[in-house]
């Protein structure tokens, strides 16, 4: 790279310019190796007007280690083009950071150009990563990859649907997509709520209505703090020891769900627009919201059965409820993460006591079936380190 490297006021960028100038046009010109001033070499974009001026040039932030050696550079960049828009630029290995598409999106583009030189057989992750930048920060991306026989091709052009709804969007931003994101950043998303008992975290898992966040609405209403209303993200420490990460600070409740705790609707806003869904968005106070991670102390699978019961799940029962209940688990196949998903579910579950929660399906009995899962998770005595050894649990009650 360095003997390939030039300063910006050098013949092959004066020869690039002569390009744009003789189209008349806009030009990407893909990447050069920039010489710097103290002779670092960068990775750079550069844009040009049609009237050959250099109008912007930026320096790759996230060079592919340990492949690439060039110098990061320390700055975002975005240039006006009149009457068009506001592009943003970033090259090859920054679309796999999502800070930088939203960073330019902050920074007003409206389109974000992002040019690739993928010689290896991972380009069609990068086309799920360019629809996804778009999807999560409403912006147009352009992801052109050089063409065979040295790159792989496949380049892509990512709008938005026309006259999509944005709460719509917005749902979909906030879950499917931020489910993939999950999965590529090798996250163990549960489809659960998570609630804060005690310095604890402690989720309960289960399908779209199984009262999820019909639960985290009566524990928010007690005091305590919701660390996620849906989708629980579990990670874990440097120790191992698994933790469950706060999400979004909202509950989304059926208006049946609503009424029962005795608010309405009015003045909350959909979760979803269609005729079907009367599913409402009901913000949490922010100190009602964890900030940070908590221990995760136990799992709970809901079901539903005649009368109340807790059942403690083992070995392969615990590892097949954490499987059937991964958030977007469908992902998975294509993430290329079943691998580590498995090894993340087994070392939960090892670590973790699981329990099926069984409760009626009666309203009138939310109240006392509750209470009895606060009393079980009180009376939770230890808690397994992930080597297996036991910890005395902290009752602060």
């Not at 390939?4 to 050069?32: N, Q």
Request: with cysteine.
């Amino acid at each position: 790279m360095r003997a390939a490297a030039e300063p910006l006021d050098s013949k092959l960028v004066i020869e690039l310019g002569e390009i744009a100038r003789e189209v008349d046009a806009w030009l990407v010109a893909g990447s050069v190796c920039e010489l710097g001033p103290n002779g670092e070499v960068f990775n750079t974009a550069l844009v040009f007007a049609p009237d050959g001026s250099l109008a912007g040039s930026y320096r790759k932030i996230f060079p592919w280690r340990p492949f690439e050696w060039s110098t990061p550079g320390d700055r975002f960049v975005t240039v006006d083009i009149p009457q068009v828009g506001r592009l943003g630029l970033s090259i090859c290995y920054d679309a796999w950071f999502p800070e930088v598409s939203r960073q330019l999106a902050w920074m007003g583009a409206d389109v974000i150009v992002n040019v690739v030189k993928t010689t290896t057989p991972d380009r069609p992750q990068e086309l799920v990563l360019a629809r996804a930048n778009s999807i999560a920060n409403q912006v147009f991306t352009v992801s052109v990859n050089t063409a065979g026989p040295v790159g792989r091709g496949c380049s892509i052009l990512v709008d938005s649907e026309p006259n999509a709804s944005e709460r719509n969007v917005r749902l979909f931003l906030l879950g499917s997509a931020f489910g993939a994101l999950l999965h590529q950043r090798g996250m163990l998303p549960l489809h659960a709520n998570a609630i804060e008992i005690d310095g604890r975290a402690v989720a309960f898992m289960g399908p779209s209505g199984a009262g999820k966040s019909t639960l985290a609405a009566w524990f928010h209403d007690r005091g305590y703090k919701v660390l996620a209303d849906d989708v629980c993200v579990v990670g874990f420490d440097d120790d191992g020891v698994p933790q469950a990460y706060p999400g979004l600070p909202r509950l989304r409740l059926w208006v049946e769900a609503l009424e029962l705790m005795g608010r309405d609707s009015e003045g909350l806003n959909r979760s979803y627009l269609s005729d079907e869904h009367e599913k409402f968005d009901l913000p949490i106070d922010v100190d009602s919201a964890a900030r940070s991670q908590v221990p995760l102390a136990a799992i709970y699978l809901l079901d539903r059965g005649d009368e109340f019961s807790i059942v403690p799940l083992r070995g392969v029962q615990a590892a097949d409820a954490v499987f059937a209940n991964t958030y977007r688990g469908e992902y998975l196949a294509k993430t290329s993460g079943q691998k580590q998903h498995w090894e993340s579910a087994v070392r939960l579950v090892r670590g973790t006591p699981v329990f099926c929660a069984i409760r009626e399906w009666d309203p009138t009995a939310l109240e006392e079936q509750c209470s009895r899962l606060v009393r079980h998770v009180r009376d939770l005595p230890t808690f397994c380190e992930p080597d297996g050894s036991s910890v005395e649990a902290v009752n602060q009650s």
